[in-house]
Nanobody, 126 residues
Framework: QVQLQESGPGLVKPSQTLSLTCTVS??????????WNWLRQPPGKGLEWMGV???????WYSPSLKNRLSISMDTSKNQVTLQLLSVTPEDTAVYYC??????????????????WGQGTQVTVSS
């Protein structure tokens, strides 16, 4: 059973960098079995797929975020990290990490993913 746990600051000021961590248990993030995705859901809106990283460290990003988004791995801690530059209030959302057995770029249907974290609320406000 794979378990995912997101963590990070609940409040970030505009123009700052948002850093979130997804701690994975039950599987090595270096496995080729899973892809590690980040999604978010702004208040009152649907899920937005942000990006994904494979066990070998290859990453793919949403075209709308690729200039601000970076996803990386800390294999020593079995963690996947997200960094989002120059945040604005529009980046306020619940952020999720999710594992998928296939590379499914842009997917926002929950049952396409095999495992989900519980999500972490991030508010961008001065």
């Amino acid at each position: 059973q794979v378990q995912l746990q997101e963590s990070g600051p609940g409040l970030v000021k505009p123009s700052q960098t948002l850093s979130l961590t997804c701690t994975v248990s039950g599987a090595s993030i270096r496995t080729e079995t899973y892809f590690w995705n980040w999604l978010r859901q702004p208040p009152g809106k649907g899920l937005e797929w942000m990006g994904v990283i494979s066990g070998s460290g290859s990453a793919w990003y949403s075209p709308s975020l690729k200039n601000r988004l970076s996803i990386s791995m800390d294999t020593s801690k079995n963690q996947v990290t997200l960094q989002l530059l120059s945040v604005t209030p529009e980046d306020t959302a619940v952020y999720y990490c999710a594992a998928s057995k296939r590379l499914i770029l842009g997917a926002t249907t929950k049952n396409l993913y095999d495992y989900w974290g519980q999500g972490t609320q991030v508010t961008v406000s001065s």
